[in-house]
């Protein structure tokens, strides 16, 4: 009778959390986490001057996440030109995105303008922003890192 009454308790407790919606999520895809992560990367180059010169770094392998799960890095690099303010640049960002990036506080204080976001409208991707002097040449450097996914269905290139 015991084990009987055990089992109605676990069936009555896994209804209730399918009826009421509180199931385990699904991972999202590797691809999706990918594009999410490579959109908020483009909404940053949008806000650069004309004529800037965007360098995509290669792809890497995916990243352990949790468990199974894996996560996107994405790495830009940016050439705005002559003349860039990139402290200007960085001051303005925040504004220029809007709502749909949430300026993180950084437990590092670097020597160059920088600024990290939480880019709430493309799932949560990290988002640091730095300008930096590479061989007397502004570049922007643009790093992004998904939410954790499932792992790719194919092997990344």
């Known amino acids: 009778m015991g084990e009987r009454i055990g089992r109605s308790i676990v069936l009555t407790v896994a209804l209730t959390l399918t009826m009421t919606g509180c199931t385990v999520p699904e991972l999202p895809t590797y691809e999706t986490v990918t594009e999410e992560a490579n959109a908020a990367m483009q909404r940053v180059v949008d806000e650069m001057p004309p004529g800037s010169r965007v360098g995509l770094r290669p792809e890497t392998d995916p990243y352990g996440c949790d468990g199974d799960s894996v996560l996107y890095t994405g790495h830009w690099g940016v050439y ?32 160059k303008p920088s600024v990290g976001f939480t880019a709430t409208a493309y799932g949560n991707a990290s988002l640091d922003v730095s300008v930096v002097d590479v061989d007397g040449t502004t570049l922007v450097d643009i790093l992004a890192i998904s939410r954790c996914a499932q792992p790719p269905s194919s092997p990344t290139p």
Do not use: Y
């Open 80 to 111: 705005p030109g002559g003349g860039f303010d990139g402290q200007a640049f960085v001051d303005q960002l925040p504004t220029a995105l809007g709502d749909g990036f949430v300026v993180r506080d950084s437990a590092v204080k670097l020597n």
